[in-house]
């Protein structure tokens, strides 16, 4: 997760009473380790204030490790039972689609998940560079192919956020971003290596995409 998606994320739960979101099932956690320490922007913008308010988060994921609640594979039917008894009031599905070869189905536990009035926050890369875990279907859809994909919801906001590739890729050193300026003026030496560093001098501009949306499981079906 990008720092600019999770402050997207709480700018839009900021919204809705917390009575009205939580418990909330967090798929595809990961670790405590990785939402406090590697990434620690997604505890500060998106779970700190969960636990302000006393409110349940319970984080799932295929590893086990501390901050792990519920540990296993959200195919497996037993997983996934578990899961729904849980009665979610709303799932954050983040990040996920991406890694997954059949899209449709995990659309359709995610909407499972939650009781009718619940709510789902989903993102997916729009513009991010190939990224296995394990793998990575270059799944890269706009506002409506994500909407369309979870049948039985209706769209309360949505964004394509973008994010910061400097951050992410420099860690905000501006020494290898001197260095990448001062090839780029350089375009006398070394031609194909001058043409690459402009290349990614563009990427970095440009940043990353993110599609970030809010749903709404209906509370009854559309007739």
Request: with cysteine; net charge positive; proline share 5%.
């Amino acid at each position: 997760m990008l720092p600019e998606e999770a402050s997207w994320i709480r700018r839009q739960l900021e919204r809705i009473d917390p009575a009205a979101m939580y418990p909330m099932c967090n798929l595809g956690s990961s670790t405590l380790h990785y939402r406090t320490v590697m990434q620690p922007y997604i505890d500060e913008e998106l779970f700190a204030r969960a636990r302000g308010f006393g409110r349940k988060v319970v984080h799932v994921d295929m590893k086990v490790g501390p901050g792990v609640d519920v540990a296993g594979d959200y195919s497996d039917t037993e997983v996934a039972a578990r899961l729904r008894a849980m009665d979610f009031k709303s799932v954050m599905c983040c990040n996920m689609l991406e890694h997954v070869t059949d899209r449709q189905a995990l659309a359709d536990l995610v909407v499972s998940l939650v009781r009718p009035g619940g709510f789902l926050i989903v993102t997916v890369p729009r513009e991010f560079p190939y990224h296995e875990d394990p793998i990575d279907t270059m799944f890269r859809p706009d506002i409506s192919q994500v909407v369309e994909l979870f049948k039985g919801t209706e769209l309360v906001s949505a964004r394509v956020v973008r994010a910061s590739r400097f951050v992410q890729d420099m860690g905000g050193n501006w020494r290898p971003a001197f260095r990448l300026a001062v090839r780029v003026c350089v375009p006398f030496y070394h031609l194909q290596r001058w043409a690459g560093a402009v290349h990614y001098a563009w990427q970095l501009w440009r940043g990353y995409r993110v599609t970030c949306v809010i749903l709404r499981r209906r509370l009854q079906a559309a007739a």
